[in-house]
């Protein structure tokens, strides 16, 4: 026999008219086949015998008996006992070799979807053989598999010249009916294999759970917003833009290459929207902190914004009159500022809210007690309700 197996068990010989019979329980049977499993092979057929549940025998049919085939290797001579689930339709073993040699890279990243579909042990399945595919992301994964997809393709017409395909039910580099589902079925198997990988990456995503975190942490701020006690209620950070602005949420998702995670987010987004929906529209900016008027600083405010014809603005105004200094450790200013206010909308937004944005007027310090000639700096921008009638 190949692979130096020995049989180790003892047969049960019995003595009966001149010929020597096996009793089931001590022929080789295929542990991970049905006790059931019989091919039904006649005297004299060639067939394929599953030694150890992993290893390819060619043998030929002798007899059979009671559900036990004795049949001869044809590697060796040697008359060897079966049970019947051990024992399969013919099928060209070496030729079946070369096939799989040439395609093993090609089914490894569908074999966990064939354990899950067939309700089977994947280590079963896998054997000692398989080699963990690896693949940086699921874009990529995506992107290999669908241009090996032609190579699936050519494994299942070399299949087509087996003469048969039995399920061997042993692991997949000796189950033919292993590789010739996956490779007939291969666009059903691509979209399970880029489907588990996604659902994998979103269950232990680091990306995704710092997120949802903060989202958590958001929704916290807006809930327990008491206008009482409390300055701002959170609506300023980008977690509450995207609860609320589809376009941004896709932009953001977009940029950081992070679509795969889009349902879990607008899951995790929703609840923080609704929260914005009941409090937003009786959250208004403070201009009575902000009532210091100076023409030439808010025109120079309003440069800070990206477009300014697409904003409505409805007030403007600077918290100081006079400056404030920033100074370094050693005393010597940075520069001096003024914080300053913008009440608008944005007329190309995707949702119902204004905003209170942040802008600062800053000179940089020059040297010998001289300021630079002034510009303005977007800090932030917070979303708010909308003055009564705005459109």
């Given at each position: ?126 054997g000692n053989s398989y080699s963990k595919p690896y693949f940086a992301n699921v874009q990529l994964m995506e992107k290999q598999l669908q241009e090996e997809l032609p190579n699936l393709a050519e ?197 119902p809210y204004c905003y209170a944005t942040y802008v600062n007027v800053i000179q940089d310090y020059a040297g010998g007690g001289r300021y630079a000639a002034s510009r303005s700096k977007l800090v ?12």
């Amino acid at each position: 026999m190949k692979k130096g197996f020995i049989l180790t068990f003892a047969f049960s010989i019995i003595i009966a008219f001149g010929s020597i019979t096996v009793s089931a329980q001590d022929a080789e049977s295929n542990p991970n086949a049905p006790q059931t499993y019989d091919a039904n092979l006649k005297t004299g057929d060639l067939a394929v015998a599953v030694t150890s549940g992993v290893y390819l025998e060619t043998v030929r049919i002798v007899s059979k008996s009671s559900n036990v085939y004795k049949v001869i290797d044809q590697d060796d001579g040697e008359t060897l006992y079966f049970q019947a689930n051990a024992v399969y339709p013919f099928f060209d073993v070496p030729q079946f070799g070369k096939i799989i040699d040439q395609g093993k890279n090609y089914i490894s990243p569908y074999l966990e979807c064939y354990a899950q579909k067939h309700n089977l042990d994947f280590d079963k399945v896998k054997g000692n053989s398989y080699s963990k595919p690896y693949f940086a992301n699921v874009q990529l994964m995506e992107k290999q598999l669908q241009e090996e997809l032609p190579n699936l393709a050519e494994t299942e017409n070399l299949l087509k010249t087996l003469a048969a395909r039995p399920d061997t039910f042993a692991p997949f580099v000796s189950n033919p009916a292993v590789w010739v589902e996956i490779a007939s079925k291969r666009a059903e198997y691509f979209q399970c294999a880029v489907g588990e990988r996604e659902t994998r990456d979103i269950k232990d995503s680091p990306w995704l759970s710092i997120h949802k975190q903060d989202i958590a942490k958001t929704l916290k701020r807006v809930n327990d917003y008491d206008p009482a006690t409390k300055i701002s209620m959170g609506s300023d950070t980008e977690y509450a833009l995207y609860a609320v602005s589809l376009k941004k949420r896709d932009e953001w998702l977009r940029g950081a290459n992070a679509l795969v995670f889009k349902e879990p987010l607008d899951i995790a987004l929703k609840p923080l929207a609704e929260a914005l929906a009941k409090k937003l529209p009786t959250y208004f900016p403070k201009m009575e902190k902000y009532s210091v008027r100076n023409a030439g600083e808010e025109a120079l405010m309003k440069r800070a914004l990206e477009n300014p014809a697409r904003y409505k603005i409805f007030k403007v105004g600077l918290m100081q009159s006079a400056w404030q200094i920033d100074q370094g450790v050693l005393g010597i200013p940075n520069a001096r500022y003024k914080n300053g206010l913008i009440y608008l909308r944005d007329t190309e937004a995707d949702h119902p809210y204004c905003y209170a944005t942040y802008v600062n007027v800053i000179q940089d310090y020059a040297g010998g007690g001289r300021y630079a000639a002034s510009r303005s700096k977007l800090v932030l921008d917070e979303l708010v309700g909308c003055p009564a009638g705005a459109k």
